[in-house]
């Protein structure tokens, strides 16, 4: 009965791992949800490491590979996502011969001059914030990303547009601020916010989507006016 149940089991573990590598936490976590036993469990992970079918240490090392030529995740969102997979924080330490310092800013600015693409006609101060905070998801250090955006030429060759198309712009622009205005308006008031300190909430929140502290300016005193 017990060669039979190790059998089941070996044959759960090795369907398991055609899908993809797994660790040796992710392993055991599954045989236990496959309700197999502690002793059947011991005895398939023995024979898994004696077969080479897990090694934390190979995974790790493939992991990073994969990373630096395809996913590209900051040391931090490696060292978050490596954790939850069980990798011990012994082997994380290999982290940085790894995947070193170097590396990680070559990754990084690939990622930052990448995305600048995506963020045309957007101000300067949108491609700072959203290059800022994409970066951050992607588990990159502050100042690394700090540094690197102080290097990007985010302005962008202005383009000579007609009467008609430099109104229509204005006009498009105004549209948007106003509906930005009215949004962020009905929700802080929505919170109990009066005043002084709405209009500090609607600045904050509009400067947030990149607009310019003057224009807020000017568009709640016109509100004022109204």
Known sequence: MKVNQNQKAMDLA???????????SEMVEYLKKKNMEEETIDHVMGKLREYRYVNDEIYLKNY????????????????QDLGRRGISDDLL?????????AEELICCEALAEKNVEKLKGQTVQQKRKKLYDKLSRMGYPSDM????????????????????????????EMDKLNRDY???????KNK??????????????LM?????????????ADMKEE
Not at 182 to 187: A, D, F, G, H, L
Not at 208 to 220: A, F
């Open 14 to 24: 090795v369907k398991y791992l055609s899908f993809k590598a797994r660790t040796e």
């Open 64 to 79: 990073v590979e994969y990373n630096r030529q395809v996913t590209r995740y900051g040391s931090k969102r490696i060292r």
């Open 93 to 101: 330490l290999s982290l940085e011969d790894l995947f070193p310092r």
């Open 145 to 172: 990303i700090s540094g690197i955006i102080r290097t990007l030429d985010l302005e962008e060759a202005a383009i000579e547009l007609s009467e008609d198309e430099v109104a229509l712009k204005q006009m498009k």
């Open 182 to 188: 009215e949004k962020y308006e009905r929700t802080h």
């Open 192 to 205: 109990g916010y009066k005043g002084k300190d709405l209009e500090y909430r609607i600045t904050k929140s």
């Open 208 to 220: 947030g989507r990149g607009y310019p502290y003057e224009t807020i300016k000017n568009k709640i």
